[in-house]
């Protein structure tokens, strides 16, 4: 009866312990607490606002899907914060409230494309122009660094590395080699890429005519 006593108690103790693991690696993972949770019409609102300012999200339906964290994702990076691409908060759908445009940039043209986010930002003129929605590679590519424009090709083609039946790159900026920044027909919000920056093509149709050769790409963070 003594064994058994003590013996309750620590294993009371220990599934404790683990449901209170379990929790904060939920958390992580964008599912947030219930206290910061946010509503579908919350997050209704978000996607309203981040869509007027120029944030890749998706339809206006209140669903926290891929698109919608990607969106967020973008905003977080541009606004300061740590880019994630966790579930709204309460507590940011306030400060998205308070935004009126994209934020300031360094000065000069440029791109800079986020790995974490799934996205590319343009800037001109020390302010963020532009955000597009992207898709990188699917192995780590391109790496992470700066680099500039090379070369450009307009129109559709096939990539001489990766040949398809028919064109699959539209509009390519290289900046790497045989690594562009490029049009495609899917732009899913993970990493699908053979290494180039699929971009939709409208997001190409905008981007091909600001950029030039010499220009700086800086590619960033890890999905």
Not at 181 to 202: E, M, N
Request: net charge positive; hydrophobic share 35%.
């Amino acid at each position: 009866m003594w064994t058994s006593s003590v013996y309750r108690p620590v294993r009371v103790s220990r599934l404790l312990v683990t449901a209170l693991l379990t929790v904060a690696m939920l958390v992580p993972f964008g599912l947030g607490t219930p206290a910061e949770a946010a509503t579908r019409s919350q997050v209704t609102e978000a996607q309203a606002k981040l869509k007027e300012l120029g944030y890749p999200v998706g339809a206006v339906d209140g669903v926290d899907g891929p698109q919608t964290r990607r969106g967020l994702c973008a905003w977080r990076r541009l606004s300061g914060r740590t880019a994630h691409r966790n579930a709204l908060t309460s507590s940011e759908l306030k400060a998205i409230r308070g935004t009126t445009r994209l934020p300031n940039a360094s000065s000069g043209r440029g791109v800079t494309v986020d790995k974490t986010c799934q996205a590319v930002y343009y800037r001109d003129g020390g302010r963020w122009r532009k955000v597009l929605a992207a898709s990188t590679g699917s192995g780590g590519l391109p790496r992470v660094g700066w680099y500039r424009v090379q070369r450009k090709r307009p129109g559709w083609h096939t990539s001489t590395r990766y040949p398809a039946p028919s064109p699959n790159m539209y509009n390519s900026v290289y900046f790497d080699g045989a690594i562009a920044l490029h049009g495609a027909r899917q732009v899913p919000t993970y990493p699908a890429s053979k290494g180039c920056v699929r971009l939709t093509v409208r997001g190409a149709d905008y981007l091909y005519p600001r950029l030039r050769v010499g220009d700086p790409v800086r590619v960033i963070g890890r999905y």
